[in-house]
């Protein structure tokens, strides 16, 4: 893939290149993200969300038979259909990425998202599906939540059901099989488990993403590397984070999460109030833009130096929004995070600010 930033701008970029210590990934889980990304100059991916993929219009009913399943058999089932569709996704990826880091954050949000609103919709879900529209409404009703930000998601979604993590775990390491022996070059997947606020949570998502690895490894009749990590976005997370990097080869500090459950403002919300705010010398920033140093970046911090303490060789990156923000990124550098990642158009401006943020150290 060649380089997209030609001229006096490409030259910039690569002066920058030379001058900045930490590496610039991309959030990104479509392969012409991707794509794009690499030819911003991205150097891997730092977060795939899983659940884009869910969504697609051609699985969905899949996915909703899945989540309204009666029981774990009517689960499986289920998701035996999505998992060629998984193994295609990553499959797709892997080969953009050729051989480049690849970080998978396994599913995240609360189940109830993917779920049909509508009346119809449900009449049409339920002729797919041969299960009666009112038992469907009824099982949808059930996942119903007060506060689904704060509820059954992320890891606790992996521990409740583990098959559902399973199914994404075998994606991900039939797809890097694949394409290792397709292309001679080992994709390094980094599977990453969301939303975990204790160590134990951890060992259960690692201890299953290893016997899946084993499993499929064994199968393939082939060995790759890959890692097991976890997003950093709840405070609890980075005060525990030396009794975390006991389960962690990574962190990545999901700091739109860690912002919102730090301050304990809805980032969906948010927008009401936090203009005036900012007018009113409240927050210097926007804190879901630009890092809010005295609060949220002290927890980065605390994490950053604890998982450090344990675990020295523990890699440390950001996927939150402020990844590919100017002002975030000279504090990520600050604290010594190993990598950045931000979406694929902000790639460039990502390489620029950790060049600067790098020399302003010096
Ligand atoms: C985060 O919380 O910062 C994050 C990157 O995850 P998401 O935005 O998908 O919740
Ligand atoms: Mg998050």
């Known amino acids: 893939i060649e380089p997209e930033l030609a001229g006096d701008f490409g030259t910039l970029m690569e002066w920058a290149d030379g001058k900045r210590r930490m590496r610039v990934r991309t959030n990104a889980e479509t392969p012409a993200d991707c794509r794009m990304a690499r030819q911003f100059g991205a150097e891997g991916i730092g977060l795939c969300r899983t659940e884009h993929m869910f969504f697609d219009e051609d699985r969905i009913s899949a996915v ?59 009449e049409e879900l339920a002729d797919a599906i041969g299960i009666g529209a009112d038992t469907l409404k009824r099982r949808a009703g059930e996942l119903h939540e007060f506060n689904p930000m704060l509820g059954h998601r992320g890891c606790r ?31 390094i997947p980094e599977v990453m488990i969301p939303l975990v606020a204790t160590r134990r949570e951890l060992e259960l998502m690692r201890t299953l993403v290893e016997r899946v690895a084993s499993a499929v490894f064994e199968e393939k009749g082939r060995e790759l590397d890959y890692h097991v990590g ?49 007018e009113k010398g409240v927050f210097a920033r926007d804190p879901f833009v630009s890092i809010d140093r005295d609060g949220v970046g002290q927890l980065v911090r605390l994490g950053v130096e604890r998982g450090r303490a344990e675990r020295p060789d523990l ?48």
Not at 166 to 182: K, L, P, T
Not at 241 to 264: C, H, M, P, R, V
Not at 315 to 320: A, D, Q, T, W, Y
Not at 341 to 350: D, E, K, Q
């Open 230 to 278: 976890t997003m950093i976005e709840l405070p609890r997370a980075s005060l525990m984070a030396s009794e975390i990097a006991k389960e962690a080869a990574f962190f990545s500090f999901g700091t739109n999460d860690l912002t919102q459950t730090t301050l304990g403002i809805s980032r969906d919300d948010a927008g009401r109030f936090l203009g005036t705010y900012v």
């Open 64 to 122: 909703r038979q899945m989540i309204l399943a009666e029981n774990e058999k009517g689960r499986r089932a289920a998701l035996a259909k999505l998992l060629p569709e998984q193994r295609g996704d990553f499959h797709a990826i892997f080969e953009v990425m050729a051989g480049l880091p690849v970080t998978i954050r396994l599913l995240d949000p609360p189940l109830h998202e993917f779920l049909p609103q509508e009346d119809e919709d449900f």
């Open 157 to 187: 979604l992996g521990i409740t059901y583990p098959e559902i993590y399973e199914m994404q775990a075998r994606a991900i390491f039939e797809a890097a099989c694949d394409v290792a022996a397709q292309s001679g070059e080992a994709p």
């Open 315 to 362: 890699k440390l990156g950001i996927c939150g929004e402020h990844g590919g923000d100017p002002a975030s990124i000279a504090f990520c550098e600050e604290v010594g995070l190993d990598y950045v990642s931000a979406s694929p158009y902000r790639v460039p401006i990502a390489r620029l600010a950790a060049a600067q943020a790098a020399l302003a150290r010096d």
